[in-house]
């Protein structure tokens, strides 16, 4: 991100943000309610053209890569996806519009412990089951940068310390990996580098380590740090 800056009409939703992903490690990607990290997601996948500034996926925009799948994954919405369909027919769809065959189709459902219900409906699985179907979706074309906004809610115990392990795993094979979350015990176990913003602009860029020796932990550097940024507080 290159003083990237989206405004929808009045709302600045990202504001001059600049930050950078490091291969190799989860980068956490917090920040309150409405600070602009699905924003952020959004413009980097080319769903929203930016404002102003830039949003670059290997050094380009996303409109001008030539094999967007087997560069950028994503999971945005879970929900995003054909009711009626199976888990094969989802993917295999996506995959033979991107030049990928249904071997692969079946690699990824195996990753994501779905291989035994390929073949039912997707609009009959839990939550859980549809966050496993959006990350298969993200790995299909093995890319080397990947995105996950708030993978984890509504997931049980299993599919969070799931998520923990595959997450490490696609950064321990030198992939990128941005994930959101609220969840900051959580992310204090998965992410290794964190990226605050607020009110679309950057807080803070910096080592997990450092963030936690110098407040007690993640959760209090967050809280600490976003105070003045909460834009939809409760009153206490
Ligand atoms: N399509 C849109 N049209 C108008 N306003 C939008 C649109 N998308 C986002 N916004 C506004 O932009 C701001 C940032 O929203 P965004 O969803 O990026 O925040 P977020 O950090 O992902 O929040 P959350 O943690 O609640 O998911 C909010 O004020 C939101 O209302």
């Keep these: 991100m290159r003083e990237l800056t989206k405004k ?4 600045r ?3 001059r943000l600049t930050f950078t992903v490091e291969p190799g490690h989860v980068t956490g990607f917090l920040g309150p309610n409405g600070a602009g990290k699905s924003t952020t997601m959004r413009v980097l996948l080319g769903l929203d053209a930016p404002t102003s500034g830039e949003a670059l996926v290997n050094g ?3 409109t001008s890569l030539r094999r967007p799948l087997h560069e950028v994954g994503a999971l945005l919405d879970a ?8 888990a094969y027919n989802h993917l295999l769809g996506l995959a033979l519009t991107n030049g990928i065959g249904p071997t692969r189709v079946a690699e990824v459902l195996e990753r994501v412990g779905l291989a035994g219900v390929a073949r039912k409906k997707a609009g009959g ?3 859980g089951m ?3 179907l959006g ?3 993200a790995l299909l074309g093995d890319p080397g940068v990947l995105m996950f906004d708030e993978p984890v809610n509504g997931l049980d115990p299993d599919g969070v310390r799931w998520i923990r392990d595959l997450m490490r795993s696609l950064a321990a094979e030198g992939r990128t990996v941005l994930l959101s ?3 900051m015990s959580e992310m204090a176990l998965t992410a290794d580098r964190i990226v605050i913003v607020g009110r679309g602009r950057l807080i803070v860029e910096s080592a997990m380590k450092d963030l936690t020796d110098a407040y007690d932990s993640l959760e209090s550097a967050y809280l600490a740090l976003t105070a003045g940024s909460v834009e939809y507080g409760a009153t206490r």
């Design 125 to 127: 699985f839990s939550l």
């Design 60 to 62: 380009r925009r996303y």
């Design 181 to 183: 979350s609220h969840l």
């Design 130 to 132: 549809k966050q496993r």
């Design 79 to 86: 929900n995003a996806l054909h009711p009626g369909r199976s």
């Design 13 to 15: 939703a990202v504001d």
């Design 8 to 11: 929808y009409g009045g709302t």
């Design 135 to 137: 990350i298969a979706a």
